[in-house]
């Protein structure tokens, strides 16, 4: 059975960093499209990056040049680098997998069958 399990969320003045991960267990983790998606309050839930088997990403327009993406296949964990955070990235980060995805760094929340329960992020001005 898939199991995500995300961590690293908190509060953090504008301007700060937080790094996300997301232990996977329960399949043969190398071989899946994984991604970070987040859901501001009253939103839908947003692409935030992708990373494909073949280790090519793709970024949401807002957060190209601050957050970076990231596997360790070795430990079974997805990474979320944020940096130069905004009071408008506060929401709940979740992280998601799926082994069919067709063109992983074009994918949508749709696309993905697997996900975590998410961590907070709260970012203050």
Same mark, same amino acid.
């Given at each position: 059975?898939?199991?995500?399990?995300?961590?690293?969320? +908190?509060?953090?003045?504008?301007? +700060?960093?937080? &790094?996300?991960s997301?232990?996977?267990?329960?399949y043969?983790?190398?071989?899946?499209?994984?991604?970070?998606?987040?859901q501001?309050?009253g939103k839908? &839930?947003?692409g935030?990056?992708i990373?494909g088997?073949?280790?090519?990403?793709?970024?949401?327009?807002?957060?190209?040049? &601050?957050?970076?993406?990231?596997?360790d296949?070795?430990?079974?964990?997805?990474?979320?680098?944020?940096?130069?955070l905004? =009071?408008?990235?506060?929401?709940?980060?979740?992280?998601?997998?799926? =082994?069919?995805?067709?063109?992983?760094?074009l994918? &949508?929340?749709?696309?993905f +069958?697997?996900?975590?329960?998410?961590?907070?992020?709260?970012?203050?001005?």
């Amino acid at each position: 059975q898939v199991q995500l399990v995300e961590s690293g969320g +908190g509060s953090v003045q504008a301007g +700060g960093s937080l &790094r996300l991960s997301c232990a996977a267990s329960g399949y043969t983790y190398s071989t899946y499209c994984m991604g970070w998606f987040r859901q501001a309050p009253g939103k839908q &839930r947003e692409g935030v990056a992708i990373i494909g088997n073949d280790g090519s990403t793709s970024y949401a327009d807002s957060v190209k040049g &601050r957050f970076t993406i990231s596997k360790d296949n070795a430990k079974n964990t997805l990474y979320l680098q944020m940096n130069s955070l905004k =009071p408008e990235d506060t929401a709940m980060y979740y992280c998601a997998a799926d =082994p069919w995805v067709l063109s992983c760094t074009l994918a &949508r929340r749709t696309d993905f +069958g697997y996900w975590g329960q998410g961590t907070q992020v709260t970012v203050s001005s």
